[in-house]
């Protein structure tokens, strides 16, 4: 699915891609990233996505890990941005929300029942009002979070330009 970041220094828009992404393609811990993308990869019935830039599809601005709960509800296992887009001084924008509307695109194709639209998630205590305030995630309990199919909508309205009736 083709999205658009925007370059930090120049307010440019970049041309993206989110795809599917395979264990050989997974980035190191040891270039910086926080999860280890190559063992989070043996988790069985996970499915892996990337977000690279067209022009460079070799290097990978952020990654998604899902997986689908109980065959019914889809689960956001891990969500990162690459290390040289972290916080404010970051190069490309818009990678992280890019990913959880694709996750929220994804619950509409992979939930199942009352799960449908639905995008679970335990976050990091620090980023719970972060989810909250900037991308419309809801606060269950404890660090368990979700996005409605409403709030799921407007992501997917944002970040991936999809519109809906």
Not at 14 to 34: D, M
Not at 59 to 76: Q, V
Not at 140 to 165: C, D, T, V
Request: net charge positive; aromatic share 14%.
């Amino acid at each position: 699915m083709k999205v658009k970041l925007k370059e930090a220094a120049s307010n440019k828009s970049v041309e993206a891609i989110i795809s599917k992404a395979n264990n050989r393609e997974f980035p190191l811990k040891k270039n910086g990233w926080q999860f280890n993308w190559k063992d989070l990869g043996k988790t069985e019935g996970a499915e892996f996505y990337k977000l690279s830039k067209i022009n460079t599809p070799g290097e990978i601005e952020g990654m998604l890990m899902l997986t689908l709960l109980y065959e019914e509800m889809l689960f956001m296992n891990n969500i990162e941005v690459a290390p040289h887009n972290y916080g404010s001084k970051g190069k490309y924008e818009h990678v992280a929300g890019c990913l959880l509307a694709y996750g929220c695109y994804k619950s509409f194709e992979l939930g199942k029942n009352a799960y449908v639209g639905y995008l679970s998630f335990t976050s990091k205590t620090e980023l719970i009002e972060l989810y909250e305030k900037k991308y419309g995630a809801t606060h269950a309990m404890g660090q368990k979070m979700f996005f409605s199919p409403q709030s799921g909508r407007q992501l997917m309205e944002k970040y991936l330009n999809l519109r809906f009736l």
